[in-house]
């Protein structure tokens, strides 16, 4: 059974930068594809970016040029390092892989 651990999560100032992690245990890691997903306040969880097992990269038009996906299949772990945050990249962060879904980490950009 696949279990997703996210971290990284906190509050940080409009134009900072956070490095949320995803570790996953009990799944073939690097056989499938990772993603990303938030959730702000009062709305639907949306996608932000995905990194396939081959690497391949495709993000959200909100964060592109910002966020930047990637995994670590030595350590079964994927991030998503954001950059130059805005107040609407405040959420509730969850990583995805496949039908398993992590516990979520709260990103707050305020000053």
């Known amino acids: 059974q696949v279990q997703l651990v996210e971290s990284g999560g906190g509050l940080v100032q409009p134009g900072g930068s956070l490095r949320l992690s995803c570790a996953a245990s009990?799944?073939?890691?690097?056989?499938?594809?990772m993603g990303w997903f938030r959730q702000a306040p009062g709305k639907q969880r949306e996608w932000v970016a995905t990194i396939t097992d081959r690497y391949s990269t495709t993000y959200a038009d909100s964060v592109k040029g910002r966020f930047t996906i990637s995994r670590d299949n030595a350590k079964s772990t994927a991030y998503l390092q954001m950059n130059s945050l805005k107040p609407e990249d405040t959420a509730v962060y969850y990583c995805?892989?496949?039908?398993?879904w992590g516990q979520g980490t709260m990103v707050t950009v305020s000053s």
């Open positions: 995805k892989q496949r039908y398993a």
């Open positions: 009990g799944s073939r890691f690097t056989l499938y594809a």
